[in-house]
């Protein structure tokens, strides 16, 4: 049996903590929970990983301990609806909750212009419809 991934210190929880202040100039609450997550996608075992977990402005974020000094994150919206930063793990909690920030940010500014609003009825006959960019 492997020994318990060690929790989040009270000085990496306000270190979270800061980060968050200073992004949305306000105190966000973080809650602390436990997830389980497949570590090693050969083995059919998951691992209990302490996790910090807090809501802003729709979204939902966890970042996730998966050993000593290595973290996982990621933010959704809904069940279906999650996004990480496209990076598997970081060796640096500061790192790992920027990263997540940014990604999330430029995500709700990209999915706040993704709609022009315009109807096929709104394009002229020498305009060409190409539907949504997909990335």
């Known amino acids: 049996m492997k020994p318990p ?28 929970a436990d997830s389980e997550l497949l570590l090693d996608p050969a083995q059919d075992e998951t691992t209990v990983c302490p996790t910090l977990y807090w809501t802003r402005r729709g979204a939902h974020f966890v ?32 790192t790992c909750v920027l990263t997540l920030l940014q990604v999330q940010a430029d995500h709700e500014r990209d999915s706040a212009g993704a709609s022009s609003g315009a109807t096929a009825a709104d394009l002229g006959a020498d305009d060409e419809y190409l539907g949504p960019a997909i990335l």
């Open 5 to 32: 991934i060690p929790d989040f210190t009270d000085a990496e929880q306000r270190q979270v903590e800061a980060l968050l202040q200073r992004r949305y100039g306000a105190p966000v609450a973080i809650e602390l």
């Open 63 to 94: 970042v996730f301990r998966v050993a000593a000094g290595r973290y996982r994150c990621q933010f959704f919206y809904t069940d279906a609806d999650h996004y990480g930063t496209g990076r598997d793990e970081y060796d640096d909690l500061e």
